[in-house]
């Protein structure tokens, strides 16, 4: 089935919007310097290697200690590592890792398939929701709810959505899209997220997970089940949280703007996301964190984002958002005081129930 979902060209400024920003994408390519926009498959193999021998290495410390103090310690880790993989297949599904789209196919499968997310059927949904930012009508992650469909909401709607069980929420959402915008499994070469064209990119991304799921199935019948929850099923969980957590943090702000109908265009959207500082975590997951600059030009590589970011802050001025608060403020905050928006206008903002 054909996606109905908006994919308009980012580049594209058409004279219809109500309100303007006083910067155009041209203003802000301008003002980055040339070499942001060159990516080097070396150094991006290297950062995938880097991850890969750091998950193994931590893998070999947990079976040598095999110590309950420990374990904890190793989840944690280890669940950031996993993360750290995501962004490097994040950089290969934007083609920033590498200009050779092979390279960038595999690493993204060999990246994505071991903390099973199918790499084409997440690739092909993100370029929507990079396509759409902002736009409440047409985004695809952690767009706001109207006040009448929170008010329609059952309680353990608003509990899975509204309270801490929202940092669990990425597996459900590969399988089920999101309640607002039903039916698409990322798995499911049919599903309304893709083109038919697209049938066996999905269909391969779902066998590698596939075969992942074998892996590990072998290896809980061989070691059993305490095997799995110590050395996968916990660092998944834990990574699951970090994904949730830094794409949330991104997109959900009481002082981001939200657009819908002629009021939005690409660029809006695009500076409506803020940046946060994860402090000595910003080079472990790849400054995922500076994300103002990739939604404004996603082929940026993460090793040049933070000059990027420098460069278009002048450009930006007012419009550049980034929180200065603490992790867990910031989220406990947007937790707490963004649960919907006005049913009416064409710039809204969040409001707390």
């Not at 909401?153 to 899209?177: N, V």
């Not at 500076?271 to 975590?281: K, Q, W």
Request: charged letters at 20%.
């Amino acid at each position: 089935m054909q996606s109905n979902l908006v994919e308009l060209d980012p580049c594209s400024e058409s004279s219809f919007e109500r309100e303007r920003l006083p910067f155009t994408i041209h203003d802000v390519k301008q003002a980055i310097p040339k070499h942001c926009f060159e990516s080097s498959t070396g150094k991006s193999l290297s950062y995938f290697f880097r991850d890969v021998v750091i998950v193994a290495g931590l893998y070999a410390l947990a079976a040598k200690l095999d110590s309950w103090w420990f374990y904890p310690v190793f989840w944690f880790m280890q669940a950031t590592m996993f993360w750290a993989l995501f962004v490097i297949g994040h950089d290969c599904g934007h083609g920033s890792f590498s200009r050779h789209k092979w390279i960038n196919n595999l690493v993204g499968h060999l990246s994505h398939s071991f903390i099973l997310v199918p790499y084409h059927g997440w690739r092909i949904s993100h370029r929507t929701h990079h396509k759409n930012t902002g736009n409440i009508e047409t985004d695809e992650s952690w767009y706001p709810v109207t006040e009448d469909k929170y008010d329609e909401m059952q309680w353990w709607e608003k509990f899975l959505r509204f309270d801490l069980t929202l940092l669990l929420a990425y597996p459900l959402y590969l399988f089920r899209r999101s309640p607002q915008r039903p039916g698409g499994s990322h798995f499911h070469p049919e599903s309304p997220l893709f083109r038919p064209s697209e049938k066996w990119d999905v269909i391969t991304s779902s066998i590698c997970c596939g075969v992942m799921v074998a892996l590990v199935a072998a290896g809980t019948f061989t070691w059993g089940w305490l095997w799995l929850v110590k050395f996968y099923l916990m660092p998944y969980l834990g990574f699951v949280v970090w994904l949730d957590l830094v794409t949330f943090l991104h997109h959900t702000d009481d002082d981001l703007p939200w657009y819908r109908g002629k009021d939005w265009y690409f660029l809006k959207g695009a500076v409506s996301t803020i940046d946060h500082d994860y402090g000595i975590i910003n080079n472990i997951h790849h400054n995922i964190g500076t994300h103002v600059a990739h939604h404004i030009f996603l082929t940026i590589p993460h090793y040049h984002l933070l000059e990027a970011t420098e460069a278009i802050k002048p450009v930006l001025g007012d419009h550049y958002h980034k929180s200065d608060r603490s992790l867990w403020s910031a989220f406990w905050d947007a937790k707490e005081n963004c649960h919907y928006v006005s049913n009416t206008g064409t710039k809204i903002y969040y409001q707390s129930k």
